[in-house]
Every structure is written in C-alpha cells, then in structure tokens.
Nanobody, 131 residues
Framework: QVQLVESGGGSVETGGSLTLACAAT?????????????MAWFRQAPGKEREGVAA????????YYVESVKGRFTISRDNTKNLLSLHMSGLKPEDTAMYFC???????????????????WGRGTQVTVSS
C-alpha cells in the first residue's frame, strides 16, 4: 500500500496563494515499484463532479494542467522525499474545493484524467477562496 496525506489547505482571499503538499508513504514491498509513478491533483466542489487539476510524470519532466489553472498553478515532485506539491497563485472563488492527491500504477500521465490507473487516493484538504 501507499499512504497519501495532503496538507496545506486553508482560506484565502481572491488573488492569494497557497501551496498544497502530498506525502506518499509506501509500505516496504511497494517502495521501489511505485516510487516514480504518475501523480496528480483532483478537486471537487459542492454540487460539482470531481475534476482533474494537474498531473506530473516520471522524473517531474512532463506536467499536465486543466485549462482553467494554466499559468496560475504549478505542480512539482521531490522523489527523494516522496513529496508532491501544488503551488497555487491568483486564486479565484471558483477554485474553492476539496483537493485530493492521487497516485497511479503506471509511470505515464498521458491519460491521467480518465482516473482508470489510479491506485491510491488521499483523504483531501480543503481550499476556500473568498471574494
């Protein structure tokens, strides 16, 4: 198993910034096989379906973003610490949601929004943007 724990959520005003973190802790038998697989952030607001926000592939070279956050959010990873981050700036009220960390079985992120390859989810961290 791989345990995912999100942190960094909070309440900010429109235009503010937040940085989310997701710590991945694999059990010994999973440590080497899944350390570098695709990881992503999803979010879900009240009354809306879950949507993909950003994803990052093996080595952190390839990144993917939903159109609405391009230029405002930056996803990164530190594999030496099994840490995934999402820096969010220029926040808008429509960014308000629960943000979830996800880890995939495969290395590539080309079809990350399909969620079919996701093996583990975090429990989420709340982001609230007020106007």
């Amino acid at each position: 198993q791989v345990q995912l724990v999100e942190s960094g959520g909070g309440s900010v005003e429109t235009g503010g910034s937040l940085t989310l973190a997701c710590a991945a802790t694999p059990s010994p038998s999973y440590r080497y096989r899944y350390d570098h697989t695709c990881m992503a952030w999803f979010r879900q607001a009240p009354g809306k379906e879950r949507e993909g926000v950003a994803a990052i592939g093996f080595g952190g070279v390839s990144t993917y973003y939903v159109e609405s956050v391009k230029g405002r959010f930056t996803i990164s990873r530190d594999n030496t610490k099994n840490l995934l981050s999402l820096h969010m700036s220029g926040l808008k009220p429509e960014d308000t949601a629960m943000y979830f960390c996800a880890k995939y079985q495969q290395y590539g992120c080309n079809d990350w929004m399909s969620t079919g390859g996701i093996a583990w989810w975090g429990r989420g961290t709340q982001v609230t943007v007020s106007s």
